[in-house]
């Protein structure tokens, strides 16, 4: 907010004539001032040279809670925040505060670090959300501007630079600014940046050398190699193999290149989107749906690198993992897309907030040792509870606009079929032919798998209504009225027909508890096992089984005995599981001894969802139990 | 030897009233070059702020090797060297080239980082062994006159500073210096850094704002209290109860608070010494004799936090650990010391330097993926093979000081005891009376647990020949002539009487494999074993099981059929070990999948001793395996 003001304020003074000299700077850049202290410089730009997008993701957030939920006193504040960003835009149609009160000449001279086109992305976002969620475009039109003065400047004319995004998303932002207004200039620009990125030679070696030559600085190519790694930008998008890098940055990138591959049919792009896919899922995806396994560049570890206590797998690049199995889905729909979505919405983003929704995780560990993470410096990412807010807070705002726009993941539809992904209670309306089919959908998930899709249209209509089978199930039943042809294809239940009012489609999935193992290639999970149930992960907390959780296994032969039990944490009903366990006796004191088989006793292991941990103050966590 | 020289040139030009202004010199200090180039400049000081020591380290080596095999080459050599050093040292005594060549005016501001007393500490170690070895006092001299320097601006008086070393050595080497020259001062000046350390206000600090002052900046104590943590300098000595911070400086530190509590009496610096050996040996120590958990500050984690793969185990704290246990045994002769001694330096010391000699490890894992330390930045201390050399190349030299004074290791003695802790090959004297006693040792150690000791005496003498038990031996024989008293205590058999020539002490000790376990609140070893075998602590290697070791497990059924085998490594004999084992089958290629009982096939897993590993190639190593 501040920083808007400011920028407003140069914005005023510009067009009065009145515009001084840009604030003092540092020989590399700008200053930047990380907290707002109690009386800030009106004049001055505080926080992350990206913090203008918390405000973009807060107006998308509120978008789609007036969506479901009109609120005038809501929709005024957003419209009070949209004249002040509004205020702040440059003549050009530039919208980055940061520039904007520090000097618009260095504008577009840091796109590897200092996150303009990241700003554009986050800019579109909520523009397009609050259009679509009020029908009003004073944001929408800045954001056009902003993304039509990048577009001037950005292309493969030779007077244009050959620049990309240092962090991903202006490239499915621009897709949807694409898809709301129609301008096919916006879909060319994103695809512009994903076809220039990790093209040689590297562009941020470029414009590095630009900076130093303005600064006159010795320019030297990033002495380290994997910094391209860090960006996806080693290579060519369509080249790529395997996902690595920043976690957020590369699904963000991903999500962009499915959008583009499924407007422009580009079957290289696709090719590339499920190479990168199958690149996460079969190798580098936690069983919570977390992703990102190295807090060394909040990154992608190497293939089956999935270390459960110094795990990053940051709340928003399971979001970010989401986003790019949607689109996925949507370029090709098979439940596996879904089932990997559904597995990262309930378990590593719902874990992101607390029960209470008011404080968040930016890191999901799965096993936590809370006086580690204090004495451990290889922990220092942990948090073993959640924090109230973050220094760079792209977490929290980035829940709040995935719930409130959740409805987006759980159906998608063509003009004939509307596919049910998530199972979720609501209501939704589908066009078939003339006819609006309301449809109304009850569910017990996620702690049964029933289901129970009913039809409301005042004619008869004929579409297809696609139900997934999740990949977890091992039966289904599903009833259809009479008439309606099924056909089962890639993990869907195609059911198409003639649909009448009152008619209803029921879906069970029997959920009962599951021990997975995982591939061997993981080390760290050599000899254990993790309980899942439906598509809820489960965890063993300390406040249901006491400490020294290392000291707890699974019975391998009571294996099959787990009983699920209703429960409630921080009033929440859910679903328990009790198995039959043993504890080994904690031993002497002696650091080595001789070995002699450990002393057991049986207990019962209580586990609860993932996603519900650390609501009942600190203690132990562990999903991965020695078997 | 570069510093040393332009340090002389300095000295030379001082003494001639020729001396200019010093080199430039950065805001914070002075300009350090970390790499030699091919064309030095003459006048400029190269390498890390502590080179000196390398220096000081070699001759020290030499002396040893000297006192064991005269070589006059060898004596000119270092006898050249010590020319050099005389020549590099102020009128003052001052010695340490990289504040001599950068400006005098600076020395001792900054006791923290800077390490002259470091410096110190290897001059005094180097000095006393070469005129032990040689009778030549040339360097003993200098050193003296070094150490006057300090003595003469640190200790108690009020015009005197109260620092002491930000890396520990010159404690003992101080001691060293008072033992072989009689002057209490030095032993003094040991004491007064001893008890300085830790006080508050922390000196560093105080030195901190002083130099800030002078300066123009703004000085503020250490921001980060773990600093102090790190130099040991959190608490008065007296009071430290855990072993904590950098493990070299750590157990430096505590070798020279047992020396001071040997030679002053001092029962609470005594105590703190045990606390200190407790807080190592019983929380903190690698079955691999290694110490220090954690890269970060390259130092000892928390208790019980003794990770595999990302341990640091520095090869000179393991050297460390042996002289801290070395003075413990002097202190008070327990077999727990030698224990522990013979522990570090039979397996972690060896692993620092390659069969042929030519390469070293400077940290020492207990276990190793290689592709894992290439992608993960995690492990980027971690070497998967040995280099020929290192930027701080402390490890090599200080291996070389330790095996050439390892004898020192293997005996100590009083007036009226010889006690033997280590069974190694050796002649050596002990005087009883006015006899000298003419001891060989022959020992068939780490391979088989049987030693002789056989005396020569021109008159029959009466002296107490002290043998440690090893704690490994679960029995032992021990046959001593007719005549001589046995008594056993803290470890040791103790043999007294009349010692005549020809009399011969057998002892045996049976070795065989044993198999270990950790203590349950090592959470990383909870489900392994490890196998020793005597003093040898054993490992499993890709050469011998191929990869993947971590689907290798133990049979437990079978765990005691483990079959020592004399085999070869490096053209080196040595016993490996033959275990029954099992191999888990790698599974199908699904990262998620439900249990089933892992198949498995039965293998002989080949262990080989932990500090032969990576000489026949690269490949993965493990320590623990699982059970």
Redesign the interface.
């Known amino acids: 907010m501040h920083n808007f003001r400011a920028a407003a304020r140069v914005m005023e003074k510009k067009r009065r004539g009145a515009a001084g000299a840009p604030p003092d700077r540092g020989p590399q850049g700008f200053q930047t001032t990380p907290e707002d202290p109690r009386n800030p410089d009106p004049d001055r730009f505080y926080g992350f040279v990206f913090q203008d997008t918390d405000f973009s993701k807060w107006i998308e957030a509120a978008a789609y809670s007036l969506a479901q939920h009109p609120d005038p006193d809501l929709e005024r504040t957003v419209d009070e925040a949209i004249d002040l960003v509004c205020a702040a835009q440059d003549d050009s149609g530039y919208l980055d505060t940061y520039y904007i009160i520090n000097g618009m000449d260095r504008a577009f001279t840091n796109l590897r670090d200092h996150h303009e086109l990241y700003c554009l992305g986050h800019l579109a976002e909520a523009a397009a959300a609050y259009y679509q969620a009020t029908g009003k475009d004073r944001l929408l039109r800045a954001a056009c501007r902003f993304a039509d003065c990048v577009e001037e400047r950005f292309g493969p004319s030779p007077e244009q630079r050959k620049g990309y995004p240092g962090h991903e998303i202006a490239e499915m932002a621009l897709v949807r600014l694409y898809e709301v207004t129609g301008e096919d200039r916006y879909l060319a620009l994103s695809k512009f940046f994903l076809d220039q990125r990790g093209t040689r030679p590297h562009y941020f070696d470029e414009e590095a050398r630009k900076r130093a030559e303005v600064e006159g600085r010795p320019g030297r190519p990033d002495a380290d190699p994997r910094r391209y790694v860090y960006h996806q930008a080693h290579l060519p998008v369509r080249e790529q193999e395997e996902a690595v890098g920043h976690a957020v940055r590369a699904v963000y990138l991903y999500s962009g290149m499915a959008d583009v591959a499924r407007l422009t049919g580009d079957r290289e792009l696709r090719a590339a989107c499920e190479r990168l896919w199958n690149s996460i899922?079969?190798?580098k995806?936690y069983?919570t749906g977390g992703i990102g396994g190295?807090r060394?560049?909040e990154a992608f570890?190497?293939p089956?690198?999935l270390p459960n206590d110094?795990a990053y797998s940051e709340t928003c690049a399971a979001i970010g993992l989401a986003f790019f199995a949607r689109r996925m889905l949507e370029l090709s729909p098979k439940a596996e897309y879904a089932d990997v979505m559904e597995q990262a919405l309930y378990n590593t983003v719902l874990a992101g907030m607390a029960l209470d929704g008011k404080s968040f995780f930016y890191v999901n560990p799965l096993e936590v040792?809370p006086?580690?993470c204090r004495?451990?410096?290889?922990l220092e990412h942990v948090d073993p509870v959640r924090q109230k807010w973050f220094g760079c807070a792209c977490c929290p705002p980035n829940i709040a606009r995935m719930v409130g726009s959740v409805a987006a993941y759980a159906y998608t539809e063509n003009e004939d079929t509307l596919w049910t992904h998530l199972y979720m209670g609501s209501e939704l309306t589908k066009k078939a032919g003339d006819t609006l089919l309301r449809l109304t959908m009850e569910s017990a998930f996620p702690w049964e798998g029933r289901a129970k899709l009913t039809v409301r249209a005042e004619t008869p209509a004929v579409c297809t209504l696609a139900f997934r089978i999740p990949g977890w199930s091992t039966a289904s039943t599903i009833t259809a009225p009479d008439g309606v042809r099924r056909e089962d294809r890639d993990g869907y239940c195609y059911l198409t027909g003639t649909w009448h009012d009152g008619d209803a489609v029921s879906l069970e999935f029997p959920m009962t508890a599951?021990?997975?193992?995982?591939?061997?290639?993981?080390?760290e999970n050599?000899?254990k096992?993790?309980l899942t149930r439906g598509p809820i992960t489960y965890c063993l907390e300390q406040a249901d089984n006491g400490a020294?959780l290392?000291?707890c296994r699974l019975d391998?032969v009571r294996?099959s005995e787990a009983e699920s039990v209703p429960a409630e944490i921080g009033g929440r009903p859910l679903v328990m599981l009790e198995v039959p366990g043993l504890r080994?006796?904690?031993?002497d004191?002696?650091?080595?001894?001789?070995?002699?088989?450990a002393k057991r006793k049986a207990v019962t292991l209580r586990f609860i969802p993932y996603y519900a941990w650390a609501n009942r103050g600190e203690g132990e966590m562990r999903v991965w139990v020695?078997?």
């Open positions: 899922t079969r190798e995806l069983i190295t060394h560049g570890s190497y089956f690198d110094t040792h006086a580690a004495a451990d410096a290889r599951r021990v997975r193992t995982a591939n061997r290639k993981v080390r050599v000899g096992a993790a020294d290392h000291l391998p294996i080994e006796e904690a031993g004191d002696s650091l080595y001894r001789d070995y002699a088989p020695r078997i």
